[in-house]
T-cell receptor, first 111, second 116 residues
Framework: DAKTTQPTSMDCAEGRAANLPCNHS???????VYWYRQIHSQGPQYIIH???NNETNEMASLIITEDRKSSTLILPHATLRDTAVYYC????????????FGAGTILRVKS | DVKVTQSSRYLVKRTGEKVFLECVQD?????MFWYRQDPGLGLRLIYF???????EKGDIPEGYSVSREKKERFSLILESASTNQTSMYLC???????????????FGAGSRLTVL
């Protein structure tokens, strides 16, 4: 079973920031938070990951709460091409650890 | 640009046929995975391999087998296809565990299999 909880869907206006929340209240100390997205009919694409510090790359920012029980993925200026299913996943680096993909959040960016 | 390539984007097979789904990665990754994706069920892990000739069952291995003869290639085999194996199949790879990037999976575009 997925270890994360995400809203089923969200809408965002084009050009605005999209903030996607994720709850992972049972996260272990050695587990990272990963975000992927899947555009229709394509394979999932890695976005960003973090352990406890906030992270930023060319695609997005990841904000992890101090207690690590939740996080938020931020797409600073959403475009129509960001419409996708976004998956929040937790996982450790131990051998055999598998990333479990839940249902994710359907983000619809509207013009 | 590094990538994972799945040989067939769309396949249509008949019940009882043997089906091969091929996956090749050019990133020299040790670990490779096969998932299937169905509406409402998310991605489910079928098999994974952490090295050449090594394989381990995932969550739903029944009805499937795999082959990893070379590091870059991981094949999924349906010995006798059935209609309940109609699905989207996704191959992924990742580096060996040891750094924070070890769970960064790179996925192929997927193979949509229809079994009639």
């Amino acid at each position: 079973d997925a270890k994360t909880t995400q809203p089923t869907s969200m809408d965002c206006a084009e050009g605005r920031a999209a903030n996607l929340p994720c709850n992972h209240s049972t996260i272990s100390g050695n587990e990272y938070v990963y975000w992927y997205r899947q555009i229709h009919s394509q394979g999932p694409q890695y976005i960003i990951h973090g352990l406890k510090n906030n992270e930023t790359n060319e695609m997005a920012s990841l904000i992890i709460t101090e207690d690590r029980k939740s996080s938020t993925l931020i797409l600073p200026h959403a475009t129509l091409r960001d419409t996708a299913v976004y998956y929040c996943i937790v996982g450790s680096l131990e051998y055999g650890n598998k990333l479990v993909f839940g249902a994710g959040t359907i983000l619809r960016v509207k013009s | 640009d590094v990538k994972v390539t799945q040989s067939s984007r769309y396949l249509v097979k008949r019940t009882g046929e043997k089906v091969f789904l091929e996956c090749v990665q050019d990133m020299d990754h040790e670990n490779m995975f096969w998932y299937r994706q169905d509406p409402g069920l998310g991605l489910r892990l079928i098999y994974f391999s952490y090295d050449v000739k090594m394989k381990e069952k995932g969550d739903i291995p029944e009805g499937y087998s795999v082959s990893r003869e070379k590091k870059e290639r991981f094949s999924l085999i349906l010995e006798s296809a059935s209609t309940n194996q109609t699905s989207m199949y996704l191959c992924a790879s990742r580096p060996r565990a040891g750094g924070s990037g070890a769970n960064v999976l790179t996925f192929g575009a997927g193979s949509r299999l229809t079994v009639l």
